[in-house]
């Protein structure tokens, strides 16, 4: 059969889908899906006669029959119940820890209906989430007080950020982990405004290096647990009751990160001991964090614990209440919004080499006409210019970074007609303003006020692309597909 023969012979949509097989289907299938479901089989057979690769048509009930399969598959959730034959028992990739038969029940008793998430019953006004877990994780810990975030990464952020900002943090230089989502400690310092001191060398670090180390600058002493590594041989590291004695003696708190946190002895069970959050709390850390997620299961969520006197501290830092442990798992980002009013501008046409060029990434600008810059997806902030205010940075839950540049040379205002709206480590979500400007002291500097999005890190995203060249409303028009 030729080739332009069997083109001609292709069904069309709507003969396919009055056949008896479509017909059933339909009963329990959206018509939108089922129709794309046989335009894609057809496209496919199309595509398999321009390529050679079929020399027939199939009958009716085949092509139906593969439209059933295309149609099902469509249907299933991307998030679904798998076995795991892997060996490893708590699987990153495969949800960590499960949740038992009557934590599951709980979560469905309550996510069906509306709850008393932040509601004092007793008082009869507005309550706090924390008030949920607090007593409990005190309870199993022996903490004095608890509270929880988005993540381990998060808990370390919040507690740095209350207790290390504008001062220095010492930590040993084998401490200094990555853990998955590409967190580093000496990052989250920075970000936290905390200037960190490492001591050490990458396999020994010694008491009198933590002591020497003391100035009057120093706010903290940090220990990290390297949960997901080990170091090995011709090795030291100073225990945390070390550390303890050492802080007390200097009048300043000392921080543990215990990273996946245990809460009961693994020796128990044959497994190698890793120290449990109630050791710590035991010998007399101030504040201690942990992952909630890999073995108490659930979403995913960052603890932390310690004395009371230090929750105050870190329970006012507006991260914590920006960033609440993830009711239900996070999506994918699949598209952004316009961060700005006004027409949106191919990357190549910003008239600054530097963009253009997308030496700093790929990307696309925005001639505004409003003035209060938005964030075009979920995400942290990552980065505020200081001092200039003229441009931030946003990570998404794909791992996604973007910058947003208000205006071309405006770092040279030196801030004035900038207010920065957020901070470094604030969860946004999209459409939250970030910066509001003044387009008229831009334009007095003698600078355009084109702001430019780049994308300086794609994450998990496999691809971008930027829809430009036409008018765009701030938090409604979509300007990229990911």
């Given amino acids: ?28 299938t959206p018509a939108p899906a089922l129709r794309e479901a046989v335009r894609e ?27 059933c399969r295309r149609a099902r598959e469509a249907s299933l959730p991307s998030l679904r119940g798998v076995v795991n034959g892997t060996g490893v028992t708590l699987h990153t990739n495969l949800g960590r820890a499960c949740l038992s038969r009557r934590a599951v029940e709980a979560v469905v008793a309550v996510a069906g209906g509306y709850s008393t998430l932040e509601y004092d019953v007793d008082a009869g006004r507005r309550g706090s989430r924390h008030s949920h877990v607090e007593a409990l994780l005190c309870a199993v810990t022996g903490a004095e007080g608890a509270m929880v975030v988005n993540n381990n990464a998060a808990a370390v952020l919040l507690i740095l950020s209350a207790l290390g900002k504008g001062g220095e943090v010492i930590t040993s230089r084998g401490e200094l982990v990555e853990i998955g989502g590409k967190f580093r400690i000496p990052d ?10 490492e001591v050490g060398t990458t396999n020994k670090t010694h008491y009198d290096d933590y002591k020497n180390a003391i100035t009057e600058e120093t706010k903290a002493l940090l220990k990290v647990h390297t949960s997901n590594y080990r170091i090995v041989g011709f090795t030291e590291s100073v225990e ?45 850390a101030d504040v201690v ?41 996070a999506g994918e980002v699949h598209e952004l919004k316009a961060f700005l009013t006004g027409k949106a501008v191919p990357i190549e046409e910003v008239p600054d080499a ?19 810059l938005t964030a075009p997806a979920d995400g942290t902030v990552t980065i505020v210019m200081e001092g200039s205010n003229h441009a931030c940075g946003l990570r998404f839950a794909n791992g996604m970074e973007i910058l947003l540049h208000i205006g071309l040379d405006t770092v040279a205002m030196n801030g004035d007609g900038f207010e920065p709206l957020v901070k470094v480590g604030d969860v946004v979500k999209a459409g939250d303003p970030l910066i509001r400007f003044s387009q008229e002291k831009i334009k007095a500097a003698g600078h355009p006020a084109m702001t430019i999005m780049v994308v300086t890190e794609m994450g998990e995203a496999k691809d971008i692309t930027f829809l430009t060249g036409s008018h765009v409303d701030a938090n409604a028009s979509v300007i990229a597909k990911l």
């Avoid at 332009?4 to 289907?25: C, T």
């Avoid at 989250?188 to 001191?197: F, T």
């Avoid at 909630?292 to 991260?319: H, N, S």
């Fill in 188 to 197: 989250v310092m920075e970000q936290s405004g905390a200037v960190l001191v």
């Fill in 41 to 67: 089989e057809l496209e496919a057979l199309r595509r398999r006669i321009l390529a050679g690769d079929t020399d027939h048509i199939p009958n009716r009930e085949d092509l139906c029959a593969a439209v």
């Fill in 289 to 329: 964090c942990f992952s909630g997620d890999k073995l108490l299961g659930g979403p995913q969520a960052g603890i932390i614990v310690g004395k009371k006197k230090y929750k105050g501290d870190t329970a006012e830092e507006e991260t914590a209440a920006e960033a609440p442990a993830a009711e239900l798992p």
């Fill in 354 to 372: 530097v963009f253009s060029s997308k030496t700093l990434g790929d990307g696309m600008a925005i001639d505004p006409v409003s003035d209060v």
């Fill in 240 to 284: 945390i009751d070390e550390l303890i004695t050492l802080a007390k003696e200097h009048d300043l708190p000392i921080i543990e990160d215990l990273g996946s946190g245990v809460l009961v002895d693994l020796a128990k069970y044959g497994l190698t001991h890793e120290p449990m959050v109630q050791e710590s709390i035991a010998k007399g």
């Fill in 1 to 28: 059969m030729e080739q332009q023969d069997m083109l001609r012979a292709i069904p069309k949509v709507d003969e396919l889908l009055g056949m008896e097989p479509l017909q059933a289907l339909a009963e329990q």
